[in-house]
């Protein structure tokens, strides 16, 4: 179902990330070159330091790149200001982190509208949708619920909801099992897994384990701010 | 977007409902302070003006001599006034609507074994007008009794109480520094005067009979002169000094001997007076406000510090920055106006109370309250602008990270 006439949505060109300055600089990233397609699936992996969390906060437009260009549906975003990026990462982009971050002491539903309020959606749309987008997750009947009132993969199901409900682009998920056990973990991976299928939904997921890294259908390896090619595993009947 | 901010400001405040108030503490007594002080001014202002209104507002007072307290202020030192120079002022200077001479003379009023001591004064009919004093009973002079000098008195109200107590003194004879008065009239009390005096303690008789009877020469020691209504009391007041220099001969290069009192000159010297006390205590009442402001930005700090990861998660998601200093302004404008709010209603408590225990009048200025409550929340946009922007400009990445 893959194939290469699929959009181009993501291409990373020469993008460096350096920081300090003078002697005390210190590279993060030297130069990667990277392309996601509409509807993949692609898992981020290596060691800490590796550089993988600076190319997940450049592809997340929460940070800018030293040097290279970042092509967002042919846009080049590598330079924009600030209110440029957030305009960017309100329309195109959902998140979804470790820590869960959600708001303390607001409810799921609340939590949910949180990216509709700042999409200026008109309140009665935004309790069908954020109400549609807890359904989706499993979490229908937990709308009144804080986060403090829900357990861990609850909680994360809620990120996820709120990371899905503006209908984003590309949904970047930083080591979204971290926290949870296994079995959280895959109800977490077969959520992501039906987006991405159902929905035709780019997830770009950074994580450690090997297990979760196996949902995707693409892994890139992280080496010394570096893409290691080698280990750049395509589905079959694909290249990249 | 600003109405869901303004929601969301409410809830934040809700949360922390004891910071709150302990943090618009400062703002509460700055405006209470303010508004209090403020409008028991406006009270005090009132009704020191409500009292030279019952001396009577458009009255000129005439005296010999150089002022009231100047060298050579005594009012006997300089030649005084003659019958000549009344009717001079009352027939030349227009826009006058009465014209009353009169002569004090301090002395012993006796009703049979009581004794008072107090001011008798010499007049026409035409000082109850000129000093708005009304009748309680009996009746004013006639003009015959006027003209022949005759023994007949009005009593003010203390000395009625002191001479005559319950008793209706109505045709009663008193003597007045040794001659016998007929009492015909009483005058209705008008209490004490702004400088603590007892306006109704005097006794007021025809000037002739004062004059011929009692000090035996025919001086004018000072002409109540009452300006018509709308007429500018300056220009009256003018008028008069520009005719008694004639009369009295005094060349262009001399001092008046004589000088004019404008009630309306002197009303707006005392209110003013108290406008600018009124105004002083409200700036110390501003420098509160301050402090309050600076608690409140103290506070926002805090909360910015607190809920930084909150800010992360708003800006990761696509939130602007203008989004989010919205928010935490809001915020602080918000609370600030809680605290007006509830300034102004202790200050207005605290007015209606004051101005009971002073026995001043409540005198409720919408446009001080209104000033009070934008200005608190003035204060809110000044102090919460440097922690909401600080909030505005956190790193999303770092934001996120905080514990």
């Keep these: 179902m893959m194939d290469q006439s699929l959009a181009t949505i993501i291409e990373l060109q020469s993008i460096t990330k350096v920081y300090g300055t003078g002697s005390a600089a210190m590279p993060a990233l030297r130069g990667i070159d990277l392309t996601i397609r509409a509807g993949e699936f692609v898992a981020v992996m290596g060691p800490s330091g590796s550089g993988k969390s600076t190319c997940m906060n450049i592809l997340g437009c929460l940070d800018t790149p030293t040097s290279g260009s970042y092509l967002f549906e042919g846009q080049n975003v590598a330079s924009l200001s600030r209110d440029q990026l957030a305009l960017v990462r309100r329309h195109y982009l959902g998140f979804i982190f470790q820590g869960f971050n959600l708001l303390n002491r607001t409810s799921a539903l609340e939590n949910v509208e949180l990216p509709l309020i700042y999409r200026g959606i008109p309140v009665a749309e935004r309790h069908r949708r954020a109400r549609a987008a807890l359904a989706s997750v499993g979490l229908a009947d937990r709308e009144r619920h804080t986060p403090g009132e829900l357990s861990g993969g609850q909680q994360q199901r809620v990120a996820i909801a709120r990371a899905i409900v503006t209908d984003p682009t590309v949904l970047l998920a930083d080591e979204p099992t971290g926290n949870l056990d296994t079995a959280r973990s895959r109800e977490v991976m077969e959520l992501l897994t039906a987006f991405n299928r159902d929905r035709g939904l780019t997830v770009i997921m950074v994580t450690h384990e090997p297990d979760m890294a196996a949902y995707a259908k693409r892994q890139i390896h992280f080496r010394d701010g570096l893409i290691d090619d080698a280990d750049d595993t395509v589905i079959p009947g694909r290249s990249a | ?403």
């Design chain 2, 1 to 403: 977007m600003l109405w869901e901010t303004v929601i969301l400001a409410f809830r934040e405040i809700r949360r922390n409902v004891m910071r709150s108030s302990l943090t618009i503490l400062g703002i509460v007594i700055g405006v209470a302070a303010v508004i209090t002080l403020v409008t028991l001014g406006r009270g005090a202002t009132a009704q020191v003006a409500a009292e030279i209104a019952s001396l009577g507002s458009n009255m000129l007072q005439i005296r010999p001599g150089q002022g009231f307290r100047g060298p050579g202020g005594a009012s006997g030192a300089a030649k005084p006034f003659k019958e000549k120079d009344v009717t001079a002022i009352a027939q030349q200077i227009a826009g006058i609507a009465a014209v009353a001479p009169l002569t004090m003379r301090n002395g012993q009023v006796i009703a049979g074994n009581v004794n008072w001591s107090t001011n008798i004064t010499g007049s026409t009919t035409e000082y109850l007008f000129v000093r708005s004093w009304s009748l309680a009973a009996g009746r004013s002079f006639t003009d015959s009794e006027l003209r022949a000098g005759k023994s007949v008195c009005i009593l003010g109200a203390t000395v009625k109480k002191e001479l005559f107590g319950d008793q209706d003194p109505l045709g009663a004879r008193v003597r007045v520094s040794g001659i016998t008065c007929r009492v015909i009239g009483l005058f209705a009390a008008k209490g004490q005067s702004s400088g603590g005096n007892d306006q109704d303690d005097f006794l007021l008789m025809p000037l002739q009979t004062l004059q011929r009877r009692i000090v035996g020469n025919d001086d004018i020691s000072a002409i109540f002169v009452s300006a018509r209504d709308g007429v500018s009391t300056a220009k009256v007041r003018e008028d008069i000094e520009q005719l008694l220099r004639e009369r009295r001969r005094i060349g262009a290069n001399q001092a008046d001997d004589f000088f004019v009192r404008d009630m309306q000159e002197i009303m707006s010297t005392l209110t003013g007076t108290t406008r600018i006390l009124t105004a002083l205590l409200g700036a110390v009442a501003a420098v509160s406000l301050l402090v309050g402001g600076i608690g409140i930005m103290n506070i926002m700090l805090v909360s910015v510090t607190e809920r930084t990861r909150e800010i992360g998660i708003r800006l990761a998601i696509g939130a602007l920055e203008k989004d989010v200093l919205l928010q935490f302004l809001v915020e602080s404008v918000v609370l600030s106006s809680f605290g007006g709010l509830f300034g102004i209603a202790f200050g207005l408590g605290a007015a209606a109370l004051g101005a009971r225990a002073m026995d001043m009048p409540f005198i409720f200025s919408p446009g001080i309250v209104a000033v009070a409550f934008l200005f608190s929340g003035g204060v809110g946009v000044v102090f919460g602008f440097f922690p909401a922007r600080k909030a505005a400009r956190l790193d999303p990445i770092d934001a996120l990270r905080h514990e």
